[in-house]
């Protein structure tokens, strides 16, 4: 079965520090994986998604950028935050009929 | 325009009646179709998924597509409290390769 890893849990941050949020997915070969943030009580904002190694595209022009470095890992990153970049942080993977999403990471910019 | 509708409630149901969320979307090449559950404060998970036209049920659950009128439903039969979530709908395109796209999801509560 599939499983799919996400860290860190929460994550406090000051204006202007780098980020850089990690998942990884087992399981699964060649899956598709994406980065969504979530504001509190909203629905899912995609953010990145990637089909493949080094195959990144960007659905939101922000301080943010993702890269895909081996077939299953999949890492968000930001040289300097903004207070608009706090939120829920989740990254999803699917192939096929299958899908899954990380536990997510509630990153608080202060 | 967005490209996945959902109503987002909150639609009350009394517990063991029938639950219908419904979802339309705008790209009419979409062929993969998502219902997701999240409970507050947690990561969505995935209820099931469709394909084709007509109905698909696992246990207590019907997802219902309509690719002709654009829309996906979701049935949840002898609703729980536990069923207490927001329901979210996610689209995908043509291939595998395609981005999956999400409505901002129905608040469903099932009052005892």
């Given at each position: 079965s599939q499983t799919i890893h996400q860290w860190p849990a929460t994550l406090v941050q000051p204006v202007g520090s780098p980020l850089s949020l990690e998942c990884t997915v087992e399981g699964t070969s060649n899956?598709?994986?994406?980065?969504?943030?979530?504001?509190?009580g909203r629905g899912l904002q995609l953010l990145f998604y990637s089909v493949g190694i080094g195959q990144i595209s960007?659905?939101?022009?922000?301080?943010?950028?993702?890269?895909?470095?081996?077939?299953?890992?999949?890492i968000l990153s930001s040289k300097k935050l903004l207070l608009s970049d706090s939120g829920f942080y989740l990254c999803a993977w699917t192939w096929t009929e299958n899908s899954g999403f990380g536990s997510g990471t509630r990153l608080t910019v202060v | 325009q967005k490209e996945v509708e959902q109503n987002s409630g909150p639609l009350s149901v009394p517990?063991?009646?029938i639950a219908s969320l419904n979802c339309t979307y705008s790209d009419r090449g979409s062929q993969s179709f998502f219902w997701y559950r999240q409970y507050s404060g947690k990561s969505p998970e995935l209820i099931m998924s469709i394909y084709s036209n007509g109905d698909k049920e696992d246990g207590r659950f019907t997802a219902q597509l309509n690719k002709a009128s654009q829309y996906v439903s979701l049935l949840i039969r002898d609703s729980q409290p536990s069923d207490s979530a927001t329901y979210l709908c996610a689209v995908g395109g043509y291939s595998s390769a395609s981005k999956i796209i999400f409505g901002s999801g129905t608040r469903l509560s099932i009052r005892p």
């Open positions: 899956p598709n994986l994406y980065w969504y943030r979530q504001a509190a960007s659905e939101v022009p922000q301080n943010l950028s993702a890269s895909r470095p081996q077939d299953r890992q999949f | 517990e063991g009646a």
